[in-house]
């Protein structure tokens, strides 16, 4: 670490839990980031700001005006631009020194080969079709999966850790169903609740990552932003889920 990198981080660098060591795991970490929504908008910039090595973005879509109400990673200029591209765009002028690889056809194929190259997963997609796929292979690949939602005025966070034993996988949470589509489009969400959320989605990886505190395994916390108020429930591991049962 160079003095250009002591100065960019000294804020972070002078916490007790953080210092030099845990600055330089930062900068060897790999996290794949999966969404560049609105929750990957606000992740992949405090994940790139507060120093991880390398970003893998994961996103097919492409930006549009509907998009930039919460999406803030992107601007009017990005219309029509795939959002990985966007986002990329945006992490190297805040931090030229992060690594990005940008994906645009992240599949049932080639997932297990990304998720293994990462440390760590962040989930910040709008279906549960590919949050089930992300889920399956964190656990294949025995990776911790962030994963976060957010609707209306509410959201969610937990981290999953189901090739552990005693914790459970997002599927011990949350069982396919077919007519189950409900997402931002379809019943709306308000920008600042968006931003919350994906601020602490990026919190809990750094944490994850440094073992610090409250690390959410086998713990659901549920935020309504309408109230302000912040609850946790414990989420068992499902002894018949197909997924994490040993």
């Given at each position: 670490?160079?003095?250009?990198?002591?100065?960019?981080?000294?804020?972070?660098?002078?916490?007790?839990?953080?210092?030099?060591?845990?600055?330089?795991?930062?900068?060897?970490?790999?996290?794949?980031?999966?969404?560049?929504?609105?929750?990957?908008?606000?992740?992949?910039?405090?994940?790139?700001?507060?120093?991880?090595?390398?970003?893998?973005?994961?996103?097919?879509?492409?930006?549009?005006?509907?998009?930039?109400?919460?999406?803030?990673?992107?601007?009017?200029?990005?219309?029509?631009?795939?959002?990985?591209?966007?986002?990329?765009?945006?992490?190297?002028?805040?931090?030229?020194?992060?690594?990005?690889?940008?994906?645009?056809?992240?599949?049932?194929?080639?997932?297990?080969?990304?998720?293994?190259?990462?440390?760590?997963?962040?989930?910040?997609?709008?279906?549960?079709?590919?949050?089930?796929?992300?889920?399956?292979?964190?656990?294949?690949?025995k990776t911790p999966l962030v994963s976060a939602a957010v609707i209306r005025f509410e959201g969610q966070?937990?981290?999953?850790?189901?090739?552990?034993?005693?914790?459970?996988?997002?599927?011990?949470?949350?069982?396919?169903?077919?007519?189950?589509?409900?997402n931002c489009s379809t019943s709306g969400v308000m920008a600042p609740v968006v931003g919350m959320i994906?601020s602490l989605q990026a919190l809990q990886a750094i944490k994850v990552i440094l073992k610090l505190d409250?690390?959410?395994?086998?713990?659901?916390?549920?935020?309504?932003?309408?109230?302000?108020?912040?609850?946790?429930?414990?989420?068992?591991?499902?002894?018949?889920?197909?997924?994490?049962?040993?």
């Amino acid at each position: 670490m160079n003095n250009t990198d002591l100065l960019r981080y000294s804020r972070q660098i002078m916490l007790p839990q953080i210092d030099i060591e845990g600055q330089q795991i930062l900068t060897n970490i790999t996290i794949l980031l999966v969404g560049l929504g609105g929750l990957g908008s606000i992740s992949s910039i405090y994940l790139a700001s507060s120093g991880i090595g390398h970003l893998i973005i994961a996103d097919f879509d492409k930006v549009e005006l509907s998009n930039l109400q919460r999406q803030i990673v992107h601007n009017t200029n990005d219309i029509d631009k795939y959002k990985v591209d966007s986002a990329k765009d945006k992490i190297l002028k805040i931090n030229p020194n992060v690594k990005v690889t940008t994906i645009k056809d992240l599949n049932q194929k080639n997932i297990d080969y990304w998720i293994d190259k990462s440390d760590i997963v962040l989930d910040g997609t709008d279906n549960f079709d590919t949050r089930f796929q992300i889920n399956t292979a964190c656990v294949k690949n025995k990776t911790p999966l962030v994963s976060a939602a957010v609707i209306r005025f509410e959201g969610q966070l937990s981290v999953f850790k189901g090739y552990k034993q005693d914790l459970p996988c997002y599927q011990c949470l949350y069982q396919p169903i077919n007519d189950r589509q409900e997402n931002c489009s379809t019943s709306g969400v308000m920008a600042p609740v968006v931003g919350m959320i994906g601020s602490l989605q990026a919190l809990q990886a750094i944490k994850v990552i440094l073992k610090l505190d409250e690390q959410l395994a086998g713990k659901l916390m549920l935020i309504d932003a309408l109230d302000l108020t912040f609850r946790k429930v414990k989420i068992s591991k499902n002894k018949t889920c197909e997924i994490c049962k040993k």
